[in-house]
């Protein structure tokens, strides 16, 4: 039988969720004129007012938020509550050197341990389930995101956090652990070290894994299943609108369910941001109705997905996304961790000697994703020893580790290597077979 | 002191063949090389006949090439004559950046070194009060013709 954290809210009527969904609109778009000056000034630029807000049809005259628009507000412009109501604080890369900054008060963490805690329920978590959360705990939301599900759900967290795969297999085995939380790339990994160790999957009591953060695909699932015995589901989510659990499969695993009593999606076309239909794919546009802390109104996710709105058989009426298909910008997902190649340009700019003749190289190597900087080597820095020249690769290297908070390698080529473009510059080359 | 010249390669096939391509096809003759290698890439270090066309002629081809500054110094092919440098090296605290070695066939030159040291200038005067001798690169030229 099919189990739900909230069976009245995840199969509720279409028409009864509407209602909700208008409801706490009219409520978000109020709450962000009164206390984001940013919104307001935005919604007075476009003529609207809260109350203009009569149908669910009118959150298209809404302005569209963008990246952009966070970068303009960093760190804290776009908080809708006084500090003291935040309790804690999360953030993903910006486009630049900033990072993103999203705020969340008591409720906002409720809410999202309540998403959390239905996408566990979904892969068949219950109380009395082992949950290892493999994700990285700390500024990125997926260990904290899926810890706090796991608790609430009653079930045991296990923050294991992300990397020590050896230590990971140790308590996969030795606790009994029943369910996974991690990026896909890393459950490739696990598996292979498992049976490098000398085990196999009956060795574990894994059930399922939710596997996120990154772009994986149907191949990947049924290698990562087979070799780990479990179901494989995918979760979605971004740290702007919440973190991990915006959305995730149920096991019919045909799109992932928005919990759209506390997210609004639309599907937009990239260009204009007009709305389309469902079933056309476009920009995936998130409004969230029930967040204080850091409500967002239209946020453009450049995910590119399609919507469905059809009953599922599992009975819930949520709404169904696509798996994200790609982006619309040039964004880059390496280890789980969201790159801008704009990041690494103006890293490289900020050194000074480096011509901007870059090129990124992301290539997966036994699972993981590895970066390669490759820079035209620069004319001061060259002399006839190689210490100079290994120091400036440790340099530029280390700044882009702490900028990024991954690890790069720096690869010197010979000047006038990188091939020039005349439109515009392919700065990256992504080997990896997704 | 001598002119070497110095490029950067690529690890990658083919590169250093383009260096000796260019050369050959300019008629540059070479008297020694040596190449420092890392994971990545290589520094070639080279003396040649003549160091300012060859420059030229490789700056042209696009690679990153630049002369540095090293010392040519003759020695006997014997055993200990080497030693008998670094010990003057050593008592001024002088260390060695790089260095290779090649032969002549000029009986009074036979064993030839090329240096590159933290302090140059105290190591010629030092070693030419010490009776060795260094070379310059016109006599290395004539060294490698006969």
Redesign the interface.
């Known amino acids: 039988m099919e189990q739900y954290w909230n069976k009245p809210v995840e199969t509720m009527g279409r028409e009864e969720l509407c209602e909700i969904q208008l409801k706490k609109l009219q409520t978000t778009v109020r709450n962000v004129y009164e206390n984001v000056p940013y919104y307001r000034e935005k919604m007075q630029k476009k003529g609207i007012l809260p109350g203009d807000i009569k149908t669910l049809q009118n959150l298209s005259d809404l302005p569209i938020t963008t990246k952009q628009d966070l970068r303009d507000t960093y760190p804290f412009g776009m908080f809708a509550v006084p500090m003291e109501d935040i309790v804690r604080i999360h953030a993903s890369s910006g486009t630049t050197g900033k990072q993103t900054v999203v705020g969340y008060t008591r409720a906002d963490i409720d809410m999202w341990a309540d998403c959390m805690a239905r996408c566990l329920v979904m892969e068949d978590a219950n109380k009395s389930s082992r949950v290892q959360v493999a994700y990285g705990y700390g500024l990125f939301t997926g260990g904290l995101g899926a810890h706090y599900g796991a608790e609430k759900l009653g079930a045991v967290a296990i923050p294991a956090s992300s990397g020590n795969t050896q230590r990971q297999i140790t308590m996969l085995i030795d606790f009994g652990v029943t369910h996974i939380c991690c990026t896909p790339s890393y459950a490739m990994n696990i598996a292979e070290v498992l049976s490098e160790l000398g085990y196999t999957k009956d060795d574990l009591k894994l059930k399922s894994g939710c596997f996120g953060a990154e772009p994986w695909s149907v191949g990947m699932r049924s290698e990562i299943e087979s070799r780990l015995g479990i179901r494989a589901y995918d979760i979605y989510g971004l740290s702007e609108i919440m973190g991990p659990a915006v959305s995730h499969e149920c096991r019919h695993q045909n799109g992932l369910h928005i919990w759209e009593d506390y997210f609004i999606a639309e599907i937009t076309d990239p260009d204009t941001d007009l709305p389309l239909e469902d079933g056309e794919p476009g920009d995936l546009v998130i409004t969230t109705v029930s967040k204080e802390g850091f409500p967002l109104i239209r946020y453009k996710t450049r995910d590119i997905c399609t919507l469905n709105r059809q009953p599922c058989e599992c009975g819930r009426t949520h709404a169904r996304m696509s798996k994200p298909a790609g982006r619309t910008d040039d964004m880059l997902i390496i280890r789980g961790v969201n790159v801008f190649p704009s990041q690494i340009e103006s890293v490289l700019l900020s050194i000074g000697d480096v011509q901007p003749n870059y090129q990124i190289v992301v290539d997966r190597v036994n699972n993981l994703d590895t970066l390669t900087i490759e820079i035209e ?1 620069p ?1 001061s820095i ?5 210490k100079g ?2 120091v400036f690769e440790k340099k530029v290297s280390g700044q882009i580790a702490s900028v990024l908070g991954i690890g790069a390698k720096v ?7 990188i091939p020039r473009s005349e439109g515009k510059a392919k700065r990256v080359i992504d080997n990896r077979k997704i | 002191m001598l002119n ?1 010249i ?1 490029v ?3 690890n990658k096939p083919g ?1 250093l063949e383009e260096v000796t391509r260019t050369l050959a096809d300019e008629n540059i003759n070479l008297h020694a090389l040596s190449i ?1 290698d ?1 994971t ?2 290589g ?1 070639l ?1 080279m003396i040649a006949s003549d160091p300012d066309k060859a420059v030229r002629v490789l700056k042209e081809k ?3 090439v ?1 002369t ?1 500054s ?1 010392i040519a110094l003759a020695m006997g092919h014997s055993p200990g004559s080497l030693h008998k440098v670094l010990r003057e090296l050593q008592t001024l605290d002088i260390s060695i ?2 260095m290779y070695a090649f032969t002549s066939r000029h009986s009074d030159y036979d064993a030839i070194v090329i240096l ?1 040291l933290s302090d140059q200038d105290a190591a010629v005067s030092k070693l030419n009060g010490a009776g060795f001798s260094i070379l310059g690169g016109e006599l290395l030229d004539q060294l490698c013709k006969s």
């Open positions: 080597i004319e060259f002399t006839d020893n190689v020249i290994e690869h010197l080529v010979e000047p006038k290597s | 070497q110095t950067f390669l690529e590169r420092a890392t990545d890439f520094i270090r696009g690679f990153m630049k540095a090293v950046e790089y590159s």
